[in-house]
């Protein structure tokens, strides 16, 4: 198929590799340097689990409902849920430092690559899901001390569910990202995104217990995909596995991407429409 | 292969009878507004061709199509031959860009800057980290590499910035508007810089600008207005056709002629 000339067109596997590395390195090195981010993002859940669980406690009770197998304490309960929002809240900072580096420029030196678009997208991506891992581990470090203390296998368990529910999020955040034109948009990111998903979900409460409350809002939660990405998780850290789940979460994480990857198509793009509204193409 | 330095690792198709860059009937518009109206030129490789235009010209949104940025809407972009909408992968990784916004990331080193983007390119550390030393001793910067970016200064930022958009060896360089907001001797610097890239090591170069000034007499000349390409050639050519001593005065009469509509002197 390729002529043996001195030139080869294409890249090797290597350059590939080489290119996402650099890419994940340089996500890190941001992430390192913001230790800001850092605090906030493990601080965020801890303040749900320390005081919000501690004192929804007596006001929920819960029944024992798979993945568990006795009673267990509201803490046990929305730990999952908590994992899932560091996620969702470090996809949407992965869409902010996408308007970031737009607003600054910084976009450009990685869409001029000449590595495919969408390889350079999803290791955007990949480089965003990884970083969410210091902070997934982080938290749960300080969670055992507060008795959340799933089966040991169950840390181990949770990492391909982390993996899927963290690129479903980073997805949701590029394609977000695309979307929004200007950096101060991202208040309403919050106000529009992260908290109808996360309030809409299998998180806080246990669905049976929603459906009892209102039908309407247990259909929403059903067709929300955080939940799954919180019951996904919750049944990996309990070494157990929720099927439906799955399929969801695989659902809309290629629905995101393929979005997201559209997204930064120079011919279909939103960003070719950023120069005005209604380009041609 | 010619001994230059330019002798790829990689290896680089002979496209020695290709233009360094081929712009052939591109129109682009955002909406109703027109950006650029079926311009076409060439430039040969190892040439110095500055692109002159007010702001909002079109050089920007050219600059955009150069670099796939946007997708070419109308017409052809290929750079040494190879179509930026066709095989983007071959025509980028022989272009270098310096964009007008700064691009570098202010809170990691310059090295850091440097060894990210020849990640990108497929290039690995080592070897980064070589060319990036290289790179930066010529611009006068190799003790900073270990500094923040955001502790140099304007002019220096754009010296690595032309450091970084040589590093994966491109045979064409574009440059958009790169002395914006540097100060004079900045300016001069960086110039003389390109300058001898192009007469040093036959990198093709792209200057788009709209200071008369930064023209010298040996450079060939587009002259873009709303748009449209009004001249294009050696600097002596334009000037003779227009029949004016400078290029000021030269751009003066080509941007007030009356068959470019609504065409206002600055």
Not at chain 2, 202 to 225: K, S
Request: contains cysteine; hydrophobic residues 50%.
């Amino acid at each position: 198929m390729t002529i043996q000339l001195a030139q080869r067109p294409g890249f090797s596997l290597a350059q590939y590799a080489i290119c996402l590395k650099g890419i994940v390195w340089r996500e890190a090195l941001r992430f390192l340097h913001q230790r800001e981010r850092f605090v906030s993002a493990l601080v965020r859940p801890l303040v749900w689990l320390f005081i919000f669980a501690a004192g929804f406690r007596q006001v929920l009770g819960i029944s024992i409902i798979p993945p568990y197998d006795t009673y267990i304490l509201y803490e046990v309960y929305i730990t999952p849920g908590l994992i899932a929002m560091i996620q969702l809240f470090n996809g949407m900072l992965l869409s902010l430092s996408m308007v970031y580096d737009r607003e600054m420029g910084n976009m450009r030196t990685l869409l001029v690559s000449p590595l495919p678009r969408w390889y350079l997208i999803s290791s955007k991506l990949v480089a965003g899901t990884a970083v969410s891992f210091f902070q997934v581990y982080a938290f749960l470090a300080i969670a055992w001390f507060w008795e959340i203390e799933p089966p040991p296998i169950g840390y181990l368990t949770v990492i391909p569910a982390l993996v899927l529910s963290g690129l479903m999020m980073g997805a949701l955040g590029m394609l977000v990202s695309s979307l929004i034109k200007q950096l101060e948009n991202f208040a309403g990111v919050m106000n529009f995104v992260i908290f109808p998903m996360f309030f809409a979900s299998s998180a806080l409460y246990p669905l049976w217990r929603v459906q009892e409350a209102s039908p309407l809002l247990y259909d929403i939660c059903q067709a929300n995909p955080f939940t799954h990405a919180t019951e996904l998780i919750r049944f990996a850290l309990y070494a157990k596995m929720n099927w439906v789940a799955l399929a969801v979460v695989c659902g809309f994480l290629a629905a995101f991407m393929v979005g997201a990857i559209l997204a930064y198509d120079p011919s279909r793009g939103f960003i070719a429409r950023r120069g005005g509204p209604g380009g041609e193409t | 292969m010619h001994g230059t330095e330019h002798t790829d690792p990689q290896g680089r198709p002979p496209t020695q009878t290709a233009p360094a860059l081929e712009v052939e009937g591109v129109s682009h518009a955002y909406g109703k507004r027109q950006a650029l109206a079926d311009v076409s030129f060439a430039i040969a490789p190892a040439s110095h061709t500055v692109l002159l235009g007010l702001n909002g010209a079109g050089k920007s949104t050219l600059f955009s199509l150069v670099t796939r940025l946007f997708a070419t809407q109308r017409g052809a972009i290929r750079i040494f031959g190879h179509d930026v909408a066709r095989a983007p992968g071959e025509a980028l990784r022989i272009l270098g860009v310096v964009f007008q916004p700064r691009t570098l990331d202010l809170d990691l080193s310059v090295m850091q800057n440097l060894t990210y983007h020849a990640a990108l390119h497929g290039i690995g550390k080592r070897e980064a980290r070589r060319r990036a030393a290289d790179g930066l001793a010529r611009i006068g910067l190799a003790d900073r590499a270990h500094d923040k970016v955001r502790d140099l200064s304007g002019g220096q930022m754009r010296r690595v910035e032309i450091a970084r958009a040589l590093l994966h060896r491109p045979r064409l360089l574009v440059l958009d508007e790169p002395t914006v907001g540097l100060d004079i001797k900045a300016r001069a610097d960086i110039l003389a810089h390109v300058r001898a890239l192009v007469a040093q090591e036959g990198v093709c170069v792209l200057w788009a600008t709209h200071l008369v000034d930064e023209i010298a007499d040996t450079d060939d000349l587009i002259v873009l207005h709303q748009g449209r390409m009004l001249a294009h050639g050696p600097v002596a050519e334009v000037l003779a056709q227009t029949g004016e001593p400078t290029v000021r005065a030269a751009f003066t009469r080509l941007t007030a002629a009356p068959e470019s509509d609504a065409g206002s002197a600055p």
